[in-house]
């Protein structure tokens, strides 16, 4: 079955970096659309960057651009997102998310929080 397991979460400074971590089984990860969302306390979730699984192509909400980068090593069957220059309203769960090819559902990770101070 899919498995979608968090990591690299914590605390961190503002200004300081954070690098989360998704390993994913059970599904064709090289292919599948990924995802990391994050949702802070009384918010809605929210779409922090995509990766398009047919050609790699990468969107990051403007919240995010030039501070956060995602990334995918496709042999480990494993996502990254890289986090620098934290502010404190980036403080939130973050949820990796997987659209396998042909599935007609997605697949969310169990989350991992990241708190920064100010």
């Known amino acids: 079955q899919v498995q979608l397991v968090e990591s690299g979460g914590g605390l961190a400074q503002a200004g300081g970096s954070l ?13 599948a659309d990924m995802r990391w969302y994050r949702q802070a306390p009384g918010k809605e979730r929210e779409l922090v960057a995509a990766s398009r699984g047919t050609d790699g ?18 042999a480990q069957n ?4 890289q986090m620098n220059s934290l502010r404190p309203e ?11 090819i042909r599935s007609i559902r997605g697949y969310w990770g169990q989350g991992t929080q990241v708190t920064v101070s100010s």
């Open 78 to 81: 494993t996502m990254f997102l």
């Open 19 to 31: 690098r989360l971590s998704c390993a994913a089984s059970g599904f064709t990860f090289k292919i």
């Open 90 to 100: 980036d403080t939130a769960v973050y949820y990796c998310y997987a659209q396998p």
């Open 57 to 74: 192509f990468t969107t990051y909400a403007d919240s995010v651009k030039g501070r956060f980068a995602m990334s995918r090593d496709n």
